[in-house]
């Protein structure tokens, strides 16, 4: 540890601060966990950060090279440098002038697909690949199966989900992927086609789902088709065996995803509603010894009351919530989200902010120290 702060004591300022800005934000994205909750958001999202270090370090070895090398040389990398200058200006000039053209929002297909769904009375979720998530969070209120932004990401099976409907071709993975996206509660399929505005067109071959499934419109470019679902709650009682055990990369995944999806059509369900933010209650018909299972992802902090009666829960191979318990015929079902977590959280940061607050005011004596032999060397050189 000695050696390791000697030799950064000898580096530059600017690559030492390289080198602990980096190591700081390693240390922070390293332990992620982004199937449960993290304190600090999106923090395996730091790529930006890294690369703010990495650059500065770069930039201050090729200048300690610089100085080093010949005079022809040197004028060899300026004219390199130059030429790289150019052609990053120039792609940023064109880039502005894209992004800087008035745009009519009501002409964008993402914009026309929001205000169409928002029209549907829909009992499930929507599938929008791309950029659509931006537009139907700013211009609808339907729920998606991940939305934008990482959003939903403790359900880690809606990225495969999502990649395969993107990239089949054939009808096998096309099936594959309605399968998927049945079981992730989806009714909606947005397939932006050529003519759509959608910018990021991971789409392949968008009229794969043609013919399998209806098209309930074509809007601008986007091919919308719909998912008959025959369970249009968020809860169904369905047999201990129908359950998805096995990973999405176990051949036996499918099998078991055709046998839970059928299970969960068959189930009665009635009255699911929202009662207030984070309370979701619905009443299930079951027997005693089937499973309730839901389309709620099993993030911590959810609690389930049955008939009044607090029971545990437990989570799926999909990420989803399930309900053990031996109640018979219609059962009333109470899931509710505790935000403890978040309340932990502002406990934490709050206490790292009295902390600094502390400090500020009154610094360790070592500290003090420190500042007062500067001043006091200040003093004696002028």
């Not at 990649?163 to 932006?192: K, M, W, Y």
């Not at 009443?283 to 911590?300: G, H, L, P, Q």
């Not at 053990?324 to 989200?337: A, I, M, P």
């Not at 309340?343 to 500290?367: D, E, H, Q, T, Y």
Request: overall charge positive; charged content about 20%; hydrophobic content about 40%.
């Amino acid at each position: 540890m000695t050696a390791f702060r000697t030799a950064l004591s000898s580096c530059p300022v600017g690559l030492r601060f390289s080198v602990l800005y980096a190591t700081a934000n390693i240390l922070l994205a390293a332990p992620t966990q982004t199937s449960s909750y993290e304190l600090l958001p999106q923090a395996g999202r730091l790529q930006l950060e890294l690369e703010m270090a990495l650059s500065l370090s770069v930039a201050i070895a090729l200048g300690l090279h610089f100085q080093r090398i010949s005079r022809p040389l040197k004028a060899i990398y300026v004219l390199a440098m130059a030429i790289v200058l150019a052609i990053g200006y120039l792609d940023l000039r064109d880039r502005v002038e894209i992004e800087s053209r008035p745009v009519s929002e009501v002409t964008r297909s993402e914009y026309q697909t929001a205000k169409w769904l928002d029209t549907q009375k829909l009992s499930g979720r929507v599938w929008a690949p791309g950029s659509h998530g931006f537009w139907l969070n700013a211009f609808s209120s339907v729920p998606q199966i991940s939305g934008c932004c990482n959003q939903g990401r403790h359900a880690l099976l809606t990225s495969h989900a999502h990649n395969l409907a993107s990239a089949a071709e054939s009808q096998a993975d096309t099936l594959h992927a309605i399968a998927f996206l049945r079981a992730l509660g989806a009714e909606i399929i947005v397939a932006p086609t050529a003519k759509s505005t959608e910018e990021y067109r991971d789409m392949r071959t968008p009229g794969k789902f043609g013919a399998v499934l209806p098209l309930a419109a074509d809007l601008a470019g986007n091919q919308i088709y719909r998912i008959q679902l025959k369970n249009q709650t968020l809860a169904g009682a369905v047999s201990a065996e129908s359950l998805v055990r096995s990973a999405h990369s176990d051949p036996q995944f499918w099998d078991e995803l055709e046998r839970y999806n059928t299970a969960y059509d068959a189930s009665h369900t009635s009255a699911g509603q929202w009662v207030k933010t984070g309370r979701y209650r619905v009443f299930v018909r079951k027997n005693r010894d089937e499973v309730i299972s839901t389309k709620i992802s099993a993030a911590a902090g959810w609690r389930a009351d049955v008939n009044g009666d607090n029971v545990p829960v437990g989570e799926d191979a999909l990420g989803f919530l399930t309900v053990q318990t031996h109640c018979q015929g219609v059962c009333r079902l109470e899931l509710e989200w505790d935000p403890s977590p978040s309340k932990r959280a502002r406990a934490v940061l709050l206490s790292f902010g009295l902390i600094g607050l502390l400090l500020l005011v009154n610094p360790p004596m070592g500290f003090i120290g420190r500042m007062r032999s500067s001043a006091d060397f200040s003093r004696t050189t002028k």
